[in-house]
């Protein structure tokens, strides 16, 4: 009788009552169906191990290519010419070597690209063999947008200027000695050719290819010395992160030459994280200090032979062949020969402390995967 009163369009009230308590909100099925608000509601600070591996070797990528602009953005401020102090104690201090920016920004752009590229490739590795292609995929992406950015080095121009530069060092002393002389006799050397060679080395065509030999000292220090000084200021610059002009003005020259610090050492913990070795950096100053140790001993030799022959009152006779119309005596100056064994020992004991200096370098790189 009660349903009859309440008609056929109408529902019972406690009906409707229980309906509404046993069905839930169609607002709140939708909102708790969300994933975004279950991710909301979730606890931002609970990670799992792997997300937060993750996020670190993020940073730390991050932090490598921060440290790599602001490198090449103090290259730019810098002058043309940067003298750095040879000492930080001593009269070494007041004494200062100075470093051409030319090509620095090359040389930079160079070792980031190499850097870059390595660690990349071991991050493609790992997605492969991981069976994710998204696996360090942000870290990936962000490598490649820094490499894309990079300068190209200008290998052509520098090539050529280096040419240009020997150029105009043996042109000068064209009229002392013919750099092409000896650039016949290496060919000939190469060639196998022992008459040419026999030839170069006997009478009147010795003293030509002595002079010859000379020249082309003089220019391969030249060129030498043009090139190695961007790369020392590179690696100061690479010691010294994060670079401030005070710590700039208070470092010594004399100790970059064995130094792995700064973004060295950032590249070395984030290569060995990647579990690869970096790319080895040549250690083209240290070439350079050993050409200018060979050449140094055999000057040495040279007054040695001068020492023995003024201490055993020896007669020496040079003929030197200069193409004039008459003849020319050269004598040497008639002093002491303690006086040669002087200049020989303190040439001997430069060339000692180089050497050792050459070898505590390349020991302390060695140790080190730098670059």
Request: some cysteine; overall charge neutral; hydrophobic content about 45%.
């Amino acid at each position: 009788m009660e349903r009859r009163k309440n008609g056929p369009g109408k529902e019972d009230p406690e009906s409707a009552a229980n309906a509404s308590k046993s069905s839930p909100n169609p607002g709140q099925t939708a909102e708790s169906s969300s994933p975004e608000t279950s991710e909301d509601h979730a606890d931002p600070e609970v990670m799992t191990p792997e997300q937060e591996a993750r996020r670190e070797s993020e940073e730390r990528i991050k932090g490598l290519l921060e440290a790599y602009q602001q490198t090449l953005d103090t290259v730019e401020e810098l002058p043309a010419v940067v003298w750095v102090p040879w000492d930080r104690k001593g009269p070494g201090r007041y004494f200062k070597v100075p470093y051409l920016r030319l090509f620095l920004i090359d040389f930079v752009a160079y070792h980031i690209d190499r850097s870059l590229n390595t660690l990349n490739r071991r991050f493609l590795a790992t997605a492969a063999l991981s069976g994710d292609p998204d696996a360090n995929w942000s870290t990936r992406e962000a490598v490649k947008l820094y490499l894309q950015s990079l300068p190209r080095p200008p290998y052509t121009i520098l090539i050529f200027l280096a040419l240009l530069a020997a150029l105009v060092i043996a042109l000068p002393l064209q009229g002392f000695g013919n750099v092409f002389y000896v650039l016949d006799l290496v060919g000939a050397i190469l060639r196998f050719n022992v008459g040419y060679v026999g030839r170069a080395l006997e009478g009147n065509e010795l003293g030509p290819t002595i002079r010859s030999l000379i020249v082309l000292l003089v220019g391969l220090i030249g060129v030498g010395a043009l090139l190695t000084s961007p790369f020392g200021l590179k690696r100061i610059l690479f010691n010294l992160h994060p670079w401030t002009r005070e710590r700039f003005d208070s470092t010594a020259a004399r100790s970059h030459g064995s130094r792995v610090e700064g973004l060295y050492a950032l590249e070395e913990s984030i290569f060995s994280e990647a579990g690869i070795q970096p790319p080895k950096e040549g250690k083209w100053d240290l070439v350079f200090q050993a050409f200018l140790l060979l050449l140094m001993l055999v000057i040495g030799l040279c007054l040695a032979v001068l020492t023995l022959f003024y201490a055993m009152s020896w007669d020496l006779r040079l003929n030197v062949e200069t193409g004039a119309p008459t003849d020319v005596h050269f004598t040497l100056p008639n002093v002491h020969w303690g006086y040669f064994a002087l200049f020989t020992g303190l040439v001997f004991a430069a060339a000692v402390l180089l050497l050792k200096r050459l070898v505590a370098a390349w020991k302390k790189r060695g140790r080190n995967a730098v670059g």
